[in-house]
């Protein structure tokens, strides 16, 4: 895939970053930084002292009251500044993967009938028990309940599900969703939700009130910072009076300046460790980008190298989405060669991923193929009403469908049913795969095994997760029994079945609450709450917008197994910042012992020989701290 996203250094970003950093000075929106806050406050205060020396020529010189306020503004500006790049970064990298938003026009009804006059109208101007027509390929309009006819619907856009499903009128399978999408068949629908009380507006809503909170890490540091500037402010303070008792005591010298003061304060406060905390968020998302993962922010990377829980959604994060055929079981008299051949036959002209999968496990397995279509040959495609697909041809029958719908196709014709074949079904489905029943003419010649893949690798990931001391857990909307399979094959340490949004969400609530700190992988408009609550939560680059739009790390290769390698970067910056701080305050330690000697060498000039770089005036040594920070 063609990387289209902005570097890091784009020249529009670093522009737009730039003014954006001014912006950024506003003390309304650098209250969450307290650290820099009062950096900009000595900031301002030097610069007034600058302009009164300036104009009167008291005080200390104009150069050194000019110069301290400059590096100041500097220092302010470049924290602002790292910020914004890194905020810009993340937002150009998500817009440019972000589909353009469209309002679904809808066909609605004058009456609540196949054939009746429509006028298409938006989405939005639907209400309750208005009746519109959705046909194949038409997205459906808002949530509703079929009351006439049948179609198949791909919910994936909305489940995450990619097999698609059967919606008719009557029954309990007459439910549909906004935004899923018809694939065959053509049905007229109840509008069942005015706006805003769609499923998606429920999604919204309670991604909306999904809160991620602060990682121990985070809170951690910010206590340390408040503290060293808290504790500083103090020690800055009452300077200013010990250094007049001191120069009345001394009778010499002169007190300690207020510029002086400020440069001693933000020279002492944990100022590069709050400066450069942005450079290495964006440090750790330029290193993931090379791995072809987006992160959003870099406090995203960061929380990853604290996870211990990872869940994962099944279809498309552990699985690749499409059932593939994985093998054929004869019934009858008939062998698995004759079944295999009647498999093919029914599949030529079925272009759907489990059609394909058909097709090469018989010339895989069997080195059966069939280079042209034969003449006069007639596809029969996948209707909602028969549940069936297949070829006529040279006076056969091939047919392959849904178990019960092909076994009273075949009684209906005038065949009969293999004793075995209810068998052969409840066994593939025990095994959590799903079983398609094989004909030619009227007889069973057995069934395919159709199962949910898993994506190359995963097991050894999980495993290697395992030894990082990371829980692996699947969640997923499917039935026990096949989610059982499913996290058998995969190996993760748990699972959680037929799972509601609103059961994940509880569900990474409840491993908040006990301490852990959670990641979460998905790619459906179901998983979009949870992966809003979740500390880190990695969205697949093909999964569904809403999902992407909550997550704060997009997999440009959707592959769930990347998490290891979010977890090692984010493990990687948490030693940097460890390191930045230790540094940080070994730094403050040494500058304070080069300005409070140049501070105080007018009155207590035995302190000159603590100059051990030779400076020539303490301006100089104090401007060289600052400088320095």
């Known amino acids: 895939m063609a990387r289209e996203i902005k570097s890091a250094f784009d020249k529009t970003l670093i522009k737009t970053a730039l003014l954006n950093s001014f912006k950024k000075l506003d003390p309304r929106a650098l209250w969450r930084n307290p650290v ?43 924290a602002t500044f790292a910020e914004s790049l890194a905020e810009g970064r993340g937002k150009a990298r998500a817009e440019s993967m972000q589909k353009t938003r469209t309002e679904i026009m809808a066909k ?66 007459n439910a549909v969703t906004g935004g899923t999408l018809v694939i065959d068949g053509s049905i007229v629908i ?22 991620r909170r602060k990682t121990p890490n985070e809170i951690a540091l910010e206590v340390l910072l408040v503290t060293l500037t808290v504790v500083f402010l103090l020690v800055v303070l009452n300077l ?32 590069t ?28 990377i960061e929380a990853a190298g604290d996870v211990n829980v990872l869940l994962l959604d099944k279809t498309g994060t552990i699985t690749l989405g499409n059932r593939e055929a994985a093998a054929f079981i004869p019934a009858g008299n008939h062998d698995v060669t004759e079944l295999a051949e009647a498999a093919l036959m029914a599949s030529l002209t079925d272009e759907t991923p489990e059609g394909r999968s058909i097709v090469v496990l018989a010339k895989r397995k069997y080195d059966l193929r069939v280079k042209d279509l034969p003449e006069h040959a007639a596809a029969v495609h996948f209707s909602s009403e028969t549940r069936m697909s297949g070829l006529d041809v040279d006076g056969h029958s091939y047919r392959k469908g849904a178990a019960d719908t092909v076994m009273r196709h075949v009684r209906e014709t005038g065949g009969t049913i293999p004793s075995d074949i209810e068998g052969s079904v409840t066994k593939v489905a025990k095994t959590g795969a799903t079983p398609l029943v094989v004909t030619r003419d009227d007889e069973i010649m057995g ?29 997923t909307g499917d039935n026990p029994l096949t989610a059982a399979v499913i996290a058998a094959e995969a190996q993760v340490d748990d699972f959680l079945a037929q799972a509601k949004p609103e059961d994940k969400l509880k569900l990474i609530r409840e491993h908040q609450e006990q301490g852990y700190m959670v990641a979460m992988t998905g790619d459906g408009t179901n998983d979009a709450p949870a992966l809003a609550q979740a500390d880190v939560a990695v969205a697949m680059h093909t999964g569904t917008q809403p999902a992407r739009e909550a997550a704060n790390i997009i997999d440009l290769d959707s592959n769930p197994t990347k998490l290891l390698d979010i977890v090692e970067t984010g493990k990687q910056i948490l030693m940097t910042r460890g390191t930045l701080t230790t540094f940080s305050i070994a730094n403050d330690v040494a500058k304070y012992f080069a300005i409070i000697p140049a501070a105080l060498s007018s009155i207590y000039p035995q302190l000159e020989v603590l100059n051990v770089m030779r400076l020539s005036s303490p301006f100089t040594a104090i401007l060289s701290a600052v400088i320095f920070l």
């Open 240 to 271: 200013s009076p010990l250094s007049i008792y001191s120069m009345k005591a001394a009778g010499q010298g002169h007190p300690v300046t207020l510029t002086v003061l400020v440069a001693l304060f933000v020279c002492l406060a944990p100022t």
């Open 190 to 211: 109840r509008i069942t939700a005015n706006p805003g009380e769609t499923f998606l507006d429920r999604m919204i809503a309670m991604v909306e009130g999904a809160k």
């Open 36 to 78: 820099m806050l009062t950096v900009e406050a000595g900031s301002v205060i030097t610069t007034i002292n600058f302009l009164i020396n300036l104009i009167t020529g008291r005080g200390d010189p104009a150069w050194f009251t000019g110069m301290v306020s400059l590096w100041l503004w500097l220092t302010v500006l470049f």
């Open 273 to 300: 460790i709050a400066a450069l905390l942005p450079a290495i968020g964006i440090a750790g998302m330029e290193r993931l980008f090379h791995r072809n993962v987006i992160a959003l922010s870099g406090r995203a």
């Open 108 to 173: 609605k009804l004058k009456k609540p009938e196949p054939g009746a006059e429509f006028e298409t109208v938006p989405s939005i101007r639907l209400r309750k028990d208005d009746y519109v027509l959705v046909e194949a390929n038409d997205l459906i309009p808002s949530d509703g309940e079929v009351v006439a006819g049948a179609a198949l619907v791909n919910e994936a856009a909305v489940t995450g599900e990619s097999a698609p499903v059967v919606r008719e009128s009557g029954g309990d399978r």
């Open 447 to 475: 069934v395919v095994s159709l199962k949910d893949v898993l994506k190359g690798g995963i097991q050894e990931r999980f495993q290697k997760l395992r030894s990082m001391g990371i829980k692996t857990m699947m969640i």
